[in-house]
């Protein structure tokens, strides 16, 4: 019982890893959006076509 206890924390800690490291990427491509909007001021209304939402 005692190694069914330490593979369930193991797995709740990778789920935790994972939406983790799912919201780095998101915040990435998010920041990704912004400093294209800042390096192309003409082109701010089009940036609905880089997001992934």
């Known amino acids: 019982m005692e190694d069914l206890a330490i593979v369930c924390k193991w797995l709740k800690n990778y789920e935790r890893m994972k ?3 799912e919201k780095w990427i998101d915040w990435a491509i998010e920041l990704s959006i912004l400093r294209l909007a800042n390096s192309r ?5 089009n940036l609905s076509l880089y997001r992934c939402v």
């Not at 001021?41 to 209304?45: H, L, V």
């Open 19 to 21: 939406l983790l490291m």
């Open 41 to 45: 001021p003409n082109d701010r209304e």
